[in-house]
Nanobody, 126 residues
Framework: VQLQAFGGGLVQAGDSLRLSCVVS????????LGWFRQAPGKERDFVGG????????FTVDSEKGRFAISRDSAKNTVYLQMYNLKPEDTAVYYC????????????????????WGQGTKVTVSS
């Protein structure tokens, strides 16, 4: 199983950006996927996730209204759409997948995921 995240870059505050995570090796329709981010010098934090059903998705309270997660099962790809970006959103963003099929819920902890992408860097200038 491999995950490849891309779409990061240098943007200005207030801009929007969509990150993509292409999954190969198992269908996202059977697995929970999550997005994390790690700012310089900080721990990796959960941003949001999408359940294998595709009908349950959420982001942490602090990002609701600005971040949205979606997927395209035909492309086996998960997206993180970010709006009104702020300098504090600057981080490396990672996508991750759990290991077992049809998990009960989207894990919010790092150890809930088994497969990780390489990360894509997002820099938001003020």
């Amino acid at each position: 199983v491999q995950l490849q995240a891309f779409g990061g870059g240098l943007v200005q505050a207030g801009d929007s950006l969509r990150l993509s995570c292409v999954v190969s090796g198992h269908p996202i329709s059977m697995h929970n996927l999550g997005w994390f981010r790690q700012a310089p010098g900080k721990e990796r934090d959960f941003v949001g996730g999408i359940k294998w059903t595709g009908t349950s998705k959420f982001t942490v309270d602090s990002e609701k209204g600005r971040f949205a997660i979606s997927r395209d099962s035909a492309k086996n790809t998960v997206y993180l759409q970010m709006y009104n970006l702020k300098p504090e959103d600057t981080a490396v963003y990672y996508c991750a997948s759990d290991k077992n099929s049809y998990g009960d819920g989207v894990p919010v902890e790092i150890d809930g995921y088994h497969y990780w992408g390489q990360g894509t860097k997002v820099t938001v200038s003020s």
